[in-house]
C-alpha cells in the first residue's frame, strides 16, 4: 500500500493564481481531511469529507474549494492564492470505525505551497 | 470548541536519558482520543502514540508511554532512552470520540514542542 500520496511537493504560485493540490489514498478509507500548518504552528483543519459526495468546512476555509467523487482522491483547489496561503499543506485519511484504531489519522507527506 | 495546549515550545535532553513534554487541553467531552504525533524534519507526521479517554489504562508504545490525567485534563508523553532518532517536533491532538458519532471534523493539534536530543 502506498498509503496517503500527495502532489506535488513543492510549488510556487503567483498571487492570484490557481492550483489544485492533488490527495489519493489506497486504504479504502471514508474520511479524507486537509490541513495547513504555518511556521511554528500545528496544524489547523481546512476540509474535510466523510464518503464520496459529502464535505464539509473545517476550521479556516476561506480561500479554498473541495470535491469528493471517489472514495480514493480529495483535491483541494486555491482559486486566487494569495500571500496569507503560504504554508505546508497536509492531507490525511481514517477509517473512522468506533473503537479499535479506527479514528486513527493516516496523513500524506506535505506540499509545500509559497505565494509570491 | 475543545483547545490543546503544550507550553514548552523547546526541549532539550541528553541521549539515553528520559524527557517528558507536556501537553493540556480543554473539553466539554466525556469521551474523546488523544494522540502525539512526531514530525521529523521530513515533515511527514507520524503517529507516536494514542490514548482512548474512557481507558484509566496510560498507553505504552516501546520507549513512549504517556501520563493520561483526565481530571485534571492533563497528557504527557515520557520518552525512555532517548536517541537521536527521537529529534523533531513533537504535536499533541485531541480528537472527539467515534462512538459518541463525533470526531468527522478531524484533529485538533497544540502548537509542537521541538526537542533536541544532545549527544
Known amino acids: 500500500n502506498a498509503g496517503v500520496t500527495q502532489t506535488p511537493k513543492f510549488r510556487i504560485l503567483k498571487i492570484g493564481q490557481s492550483m489544485t493540490l492533488q490527495c489519493a489514498q489506497d486504504m479504502n478509507h471514508n474520511y479524507m481531511y486537509w490541513y495547513r500548518q504555518d511556521p511554528g504552528m500545528g496544524l489547523k483543519l481546512i476540509y474535510y469529507?466523510?464518503?464520496?459526495?459529502?464535505?464539509d468546512k473545517g476550521e479556516v476555509p476561506n480561500g479554498y474549494n473541495v470535491s469528493r467523487s471517489t472514495t480514493e482522491d480529495f483535491p483541494l483547489r486555491l482559486e486566487l492564492a494569495a500571500p496569507s496561503q503560504t504554508s505546508v499543506y497536509f492531507c490525511a485519511s481514517s477509517p473512522r470505525l468506533a473503537g479499535g484504531q479506527g479514528d486513527t489519522q493516516y496523513f500524506g507527506p506535505g506540499t509545500r505551497l509559497t505565494v509570491l | 470548541a475543545q483547545t490543546v495546549t503544550q507550553s514548552q515550545p523547546e526541549m532539550s535532553v541528553q541521549e539515553a536519558e528520559t524527557v517528558t513534554l507536556s501537553c493540556t487541553y480543554d473539553t466539554s467531552e466525556s469521551d474523546y482520543y488523544l494522540f502525539w504525533y512526531k514530525q521529523p524534519p521530513s515533515r511527514q507526521m507520524i503517529l507516536v502514540i494514542r490514548q482512548e479517554a474512557y481507558k484509566q489504562q496510560n498507553a505504552t508504545e516501546n520507549r513512549f508511554s504517556v501520563n493520561f490525567q483526565k481530571a485534571a485534563k492533563s497528557f504527557s508523553l515520557k520518552i525512555s532512552d532517548s536517541q537521536l532518532g527521537d529529534a523533531a517536533m513533537y504535536f499533541c491532538?485531541?480528537?472527539?470520540?467515534?462512538?459518541?458519532?463525533?470526531?468527522?471534523?478531524?484533529?485538533?493539534f497544540g502548537k509542537g514542542t521541538h526537542l533536541i536530543i544532545q549527544p
Open positions: 491532538a485531541y480528537s472527539s470520540s467515534t462512538y459518541s458519532g463525533g470526531g468527522a471534523d478531524g484533529l485538533t
Open positions: 469529507s466523510v464518503g464520496a459526495g459529502i464535505t
